[in-house]
T-cell receptor, first 109, second 115 residues
Framework: RKEVEQDPGPFNVPEGATVAFNCTYS??????FFWYRQDCRKEPKLLMS???SGNEDGRFTAQLNRASQYISLLIRDSKLSDSATYLC??????????FGPGTSLSVIP | DVKVTQSSRYLVKRTGEKVFLECVQD?????MFWYRQDPGLGLRLIYF???????EKGDIPEGYSVSREKKERFSLILESASTNQTSMYLC??????????????FGPGTRLTVL
């Protein structure tokens, strides 16, 4: 089993839709969690950290379920500019992070 | 803004050639990383470095070596390039310290093709 797994995608959604991505991780001792965004032919950039109590940043909501070992990212009111690959990232120890394979999102006019 | 630069965006080499990929960051970050990214596999860590002259193997170090002679520069070396090393190579840096790895800042990537 891979250490970090994500929905296979691709997700093709119309503008204005709500879309949710899930990510599961295998190491129960994992410490920190992040969502990165990677545009086509660009480098990954941090979208948001994921806190235990859940957190929101505008149209984006991240949640963590430690008992089930998954994190989620919800995007409301999708925009064309949200089209990208979303990478789930798990920090398993002081010095180790694992990137998931990513989920591709296309928002369609 | 943190800036991480990589020496080339696109590189084409032949099997058996020695390849150098260079990465420079301008924010005095302690930690630097080299990843490769392949479709369906995500980013996989090749090597990382906590400090000058220090290096640690990542998950897939075979066929690669690294050099960190200065804090701002981290080089990835393919001693004898092979076709299975065709990939996107991404360099990243992050502050170190007690918090360990947090936000990583990536360079634009080098797409290497080995013929």
């Amino acid at each position: 089993r891979k250490e970090v797994e994500q929905d296979p995608g691709p997700f093709n959604v119309p503008e204005g839709a709500t879309v949710a991505f899930n990510c599961t991780y295998s190491n129960s001792a994992s410490q920190s969690f992040f969502w990165y965004r990677q545009d086509c032919r660009k480098e990954p950039k941090l979208l948001m950290s994921v806190y235990s109590s859940g957190n929101e940043d505008g149209r984006f909501t991240a949640q963590l379920n430690r008992a089930s070992q998954y994190i989620s990212l919800l995007i409301r009111d999708s925009k064309l500019s949200d089209s990208a690959t979303y990478l789930c990232v798990v920090k398993t120890s002081y010095d180790k992070v694992i990137f998931g394979p990513g989920t591709s999102l296309s928002v369609i006019p | 803004d943190v800036k991480v630069t990589q020496s080339s965006r696109y590189l084409v080499k032949r099997t058996g050639e020695k390849v150098f990929l260079e990465c420079v960051q301008d924010m005095d970050h302690e930690n630097m990383f080299w990843y490769r990214q392949d479709p369906g596999l995500g980013l996989r860590l090749i090597y990382f470095s906590y400090d000058v002259k220090m290096k640690e193997k990542g998950d897939i170090p075979e066929g690669y070596s690294v050099s960190r002679e200065k804090k701002e520069r981290f080089s990835l070396i393919l001693e004898s390039a092979s076709t299975n090393q065709t990939s996107m190579y991404l360099c990243a840096s992050t502050q170190g310290g007690l918090a360990g790895i947090n936000e990583q800042f990536f360079g634009p990537g080098t797409r290497l093709t080995v013929l």
